[in-house]
């Protein structure tokens, strides 16, 4: 466990902020320009709008896991997203009309866990103020349900072997990171001990 001094996360939050906001601006202008602005598309740009804001207003960690191989699983978790891209590979209309509503569930899910979490938003393994309201009430890791559901509507439309291998990576270091995170949130906060004992479940409830 390490902490870093207030001063240089904000100044670390703002240069994340100003890279990712980068990122999702090329990638709004690339649907535009390729005509692919749909109502799809526009809830995920605000999606991606509002994780950025998250990285931008949300607050210190108040401590981080300092165990590389567990922050790096973490990294690949959330950036792996950033693979799930491009336009279907299917004509197939039955697996596009359930890839739209997958993705379409999977950010209706991300908006309103990122809404709940709020400051408390984060991409490393750290410890910040705990949710256990709204959707964090039912299960653990909602924002990590909502990628694995999202990335999941994205291979219904690219059913080929790079992309199935990819999901199943991805999906893999969110369960890992979820089990890596529980283990240091509960190490250092008696809170999330708690938490633990009353949402028994991480992703679906009754499941898993």
């Known amino acids: 466990m390490a902490t870093i001094p207030f001063h240089r996360q904000r100044w670390l939050d703002i240069y994340i902020f100003l890279n990712v906001a980068g990122y999702v601006g090329w990638q709004t202008w690339q649907i535009v320009a390729e005509d692919r602005l749909d109502f799809i598309e526009g809830v995920f740009i605000l999606h991606n709008i509002i994780v950025c804001l998250c990285f931008l207003l949300r607050t210190p960690a108040r401590a981080i896991q300092t165990t590389v191989s567990h922050q790096a699983i973490a990294i690949c978790a959330f950036y792996s997203g950033v693979f799930f891209i491009g336009p279907p590979a299917t004509e197939s209309p039955m697996l596009l009309e359930i890839s739209w509503w997958m993705l379409l569930i999977g950010m209706i899910i991300g908006i309103f866990s990122l809404l709940q979490l709020g400051k408390s938003f984060g991409v490393l393994i750290a ?39 990819l999901f199943v990576a991805s999906s893999a270091c969110y369960v890992v990171r979820a089990r890596l995170e529980e283990r240091f949130l509960a190490e250092q906060d008696e809170a999330y001990v708690q938490y633990m004992k009353r949402v028994r479940y991480r992703f679906i409830p009754g499941v898993f």
Do not use: F, K, N
Not at 136 to 165: F, Q
């Open 127 to 165: 410890i910040r103020e705990v949710r256990t309201t709204g959707l964090y009430g039912l299960v653990r890791h909602p924002m990590y349900l909502s990628d694995i559901v999202m990335r999941l509507g994205y291979l219904l439309s690219h059913p080929v072997w790079p992309t199935i291998a």
